[in-house]
Structure formats: structure tokens, C-alpha cells
């Protein structure tokens, strides 16, 4: 069973950056695709930017140009970059990652950014 831990949210000002982190436990699976989702209070869950093992990058409309997605050298290791932070990303941020027909969802780490 594939396990994901976020890390790295909290608290900044308009126009700061915060790095997330995404850690896997349990399962040596390599998760394809690996992305970061948020949602915020009121609204449906929608994806941020996504990283596929064919070198493909997606990215949400609102956050490119502001956001970098990055897998890490460990096994599902998976980071968001997040720069230019406005309050309107503010939201629970999830890790997710996919394999065969399974899709294992972290608990979340909230974002909030102010002024």
C-alpha cells in the first residue's frame, strides 16, 4: 500500500514562495504520473501541474510561469516549487500519484497566502 506525506505549507505574504515537499512509504511501485492538486474552500479540487516518466509537464494556467514541479532522486519523491504566491492559491495542497488503476492521494498541506 502506497502511502504519501506532504510537507512544506504554511503561511506567507502576497508574493512569497513556499517549496512543497511529497515523500512515498510502504511500496516500492514507481507512481506515473506524480502531481500536486489544491483545493480551495468552496471549490473542486483541481490539478496544479502534473510530471509523467516520458519527460511530460503540465501545468495549470494560473500557475505557470510561478510554479516549478520536480521529482526528486528518491523513489516518488515529488516537489512544487511555488514562487509570486497570490492569496487566490491559497488551499489545501495534495500529492498524488498513479499506477495501473490506482491513484493514492496524500493528506494534504494547507497554503495560505495573505494581503
Not at 22 to 27: D, I, K
Not at 78 to 88: A, V
Amino acid at each position: 500500500q502506497v502511502r504519501l506525506v506532504e510537507s512544506g505549507g504554511g503561511s506567507v505574504e502576497n508574493g512569497g514562495s513556499l517549496r512543497l515537499s511529497c515523500t512515498s512509504f510502504g511500496s516500492n511501485l514507481r507512481l506515473n504520473p506524480m502531481g500536486w492538486y489544491r483545493q480551495a474552500p468552496g471549490k473542486e479540487r483541481e490539478l496544479v501541474a502534473d510530471f509523467w516518466m516520458d519527460g511530460r509537464i503540465n501545468y495549470a494556467e494560473s500557475v505557470k510561469g510561478r510554479f516549478t514541479i520536480a521529482k526528486g532522486n528518491a523513489k516518488n519523491a515529488l516537489y512544487l516549487h511555488m514562487n509570486s504566491l497570490k492569496p487566490e492559491d491559497t488551499a489545501i495542497y495534495y500529492c498524488n500519484g498513479r499506477w495501473s488503476d490506482h491513484s493514492y492521494w496524500g493528506q494534504g498541506t494547507q497554503v495560505t497566502v495573505s494581503g
